[in-house]
Each structure stands twice: as C-alpha cells, then as structure tokens.
C-alpha cells in the first residue's frame, strides 16, 4: 500500500516531506517533436508515465498528489488533439484503476465533468467510487479544470446556499472549493522549462513552493521526483513568521 505522510508544524525546517504536491505535467508535444512523433504519441508517453510518478512520490511519504490533465483553456486546441488526449486519459483510468485501488490509492477528480463524453465521465465517477474508502494516498486528476473558474463556482455555490456577506470567511470559502478537505499544496512542481502557473490551484498555491524543472513530462521519472523533493527538503518554510 502506498503510505501517508505526518501533518506538518505551523512553520516548517528543512528536511520535511511536502504532505502535497501539485504537477503541472508539461511538455509531452516537445518530447514528441524531439523523438520525431506525434503529439498524440507524446500524449501518450505522458500517461504511461503517470503510475512510475504517482509510486515514487509514495515511496517518499507523500499524501497528497494532485496533476494536473487538462485546463479549462485547453479546450482552444484542434479538436483532434483534445479527442486523442481524451481517450488515452479513459484507456489509462481503466487500465490503471483496479491496480491503484489494490495499492490503496484513493482517487479524486477536481474541476468539471459535465463537458466530459459520457464514457469518460462514467469511468472518472467509477473510479472515485471504486476507491473512495482507501486509507492511502490521495491522487487527484485536475481534468477540465480552471483555478479562476473554481473561484467563481465557489463563490455562486455560496450565494445559491444564501451565504450572508459577514459570515464569509476563508475557512468557509475553502469548503465550497474542489478541495475541501484537502491540505493546500507544499510543492508544485512543472516539468518543461515553463515557470509560470498556467491558472492552476491559484486560491491554494498562496504559501507553495516551487520547483520548476527543464525535463518533459515523459522523461520525469522517480529520480527527478527525488531531486525534486530533495530541493523542497533543503527550504525553511515560515508561513509569513520569523
């Protein structure tokens, strides 16, 4: 079973497991421009690489990972390449499900379903069922999501709830986000030389750290999941106190 990490102090010394790490899992069409292939073969390359990260990073006690699959603005790509993703991202929860639930990994999906195909939609709701009572880490699919738009849906969710203005607050706000119940990320990591957000956990991310890497997506195996987590290891996190 791939293991849990302890809760962190207030503030943090060097040397500490992140309990979350977000992934922002770039660069799989440059790996593809690079070996000559495809993008959707660079696509694929990126989910076959998924159980190799989500491993390594549980090996190292973390509890939390959440990556990120697909953003709201993704949509803009030729329709051809956001089917072709689409798929590998359905042949990879169905092919991968039953062994993570056996690893004892608990599956979550953050943003929206309703603009999935109906077969995607039935195999995400399938498998945060499957795995919804495991006790291990927590892997999170951000899959058609948006961090302005998760703002925005919190705040409607709160006014169609009749949510007086004084009783808002940010432990209330937090509720009503993807990630209720979720610790806010420690790390996020992006692979592909990109440093920048890209509209991803922005509420979440106010006190992460950050890591960004020139590797792609595809060739980020279980030894940059430990240089990564090494830097991480080696900061002092003071959450705004001395």
């Given at each position: 079973?791939?293991?849990?990490?302890?809760?962190?102090?207030?503030?943090?010394?060097?040397?500490?497991?992140?309990r979350?790490?977000?992934?922002?899992?770039?660069?799989?069409?440059?790996?593809?421009?690079t070996?000559?292939?495809?993008?959707?073969?660079?696509?694929?390359?990126g989910?076959?690489?998924?159980r190799?990260?989500?491993?390594?990073f549980g090996?190292?006690?973390?509890?939390?990972?959440?990556?990120?699959?697909?953003?709201?603005?993704?949509?803009?790509?030729?329709?051809?390449?956001?089917?072709?993703?689409?798929?590998?991202?359905?042949?990879?929860?169905?092919?991968?499900?039953?062994?993570?639930?056996?690893?004892?990994v608990?599956?979550?999906?953050?943003?929206?379903?309703?603009?999935?195909?109906?077969?995607l939609?039935?195999?995400?709701?399938?498998?945060?069922?499957?795995?919804k009572?495991?006790?291990?880490?927590?892997?999170?699919?951000?899959?058609?999501?948006?961090?302005?738009?998760?703002?925005?849906?919190a705040?409607?969710?709160?006014?169609?709830?009749d949510?007086?203005?004084?009783d808002?607050?940010?432990?209330?706000?937090?509720?009503?986000?993807?990630?209720?119940?979720?610790?806010?990320p420690?790390?996020i990591?992006?692979?592909?030389?990109?440093?920048?957000?890209?509209?991803?956990?922005?509420?979440?991310?106010?006190?992460a750290?950050?890591?960004?890497?020139?590797?792609?997506?595809?060739?980020?195996?279980?030894?940059e999941?430990?240089?990564?987590?090494d830097?991480?290891?080696?900061?002092?996190?003071?959450?705004?106190?001395?």
């Amino acid at each position: 079973m791939i293991t849990s990490a302890s809760t962190p102090e207030q503030t943090q010394a060097a040397g500490a497991v992140p309990r979350h790490v977000a992934v922002i899992m770039d660069g799989n069409g440059r790996w593809a421009a690079t070996h000559g292939k495809s993008r959707s073969d660079g696509h694929r390359a990126g989910s076959e690489n998924l159980r190799r990260v989500i491993r390594a990073f549980g090996k190292r006690g973390v509890r939390y990972l959440t990556l990120y699959a697909f953003s709201t603005e993704n949509w803009d790509r030729p329709d051809d390449e956001v089917r072709a993703l689409f798929k590998i991202l359905n042949d990879v929860i169905q092919s991968e499900v039953d062994e993570l639930h056996r690893e004892g990994v608990r599956l979550r999906h953050l943003g929206r379903l309703d603009r999935l195909s109906p077969t995607l939609r039935r195999a995400i709701c399938r498998s945060i069922e499957l795995t919804k009572d495991n006790s291990g880490m927590t892997v999170c699919v951000a899959l058609d999501y948006g961090g302005r738009a998760e703002i925005v849906e919190a705040a409607r969710s709160m006014i169609a709830d009749d949510v007086k203005p004084e009783d808002v607050s940010e432990d209330l706000f937090r509720r009503y986000m993807y990630t209720n119940g979720m610790p806010d990320p420690d790390l996020i990591i992006r692979t592909s030389g990109e440093q920048r957000l890209s509209n991803f956990l922005i509420w979440q991310a106010a006190y992460a750290e950050y890591y960004f890497t020139p590797v792609y997506w595809p060739d980020f195996d279980e030894a940059e999941v430990a240089k990564a987590l090494d830097v991480y290891a080696s900061r002092h996190r003071r959450f705004g106190k001395v």
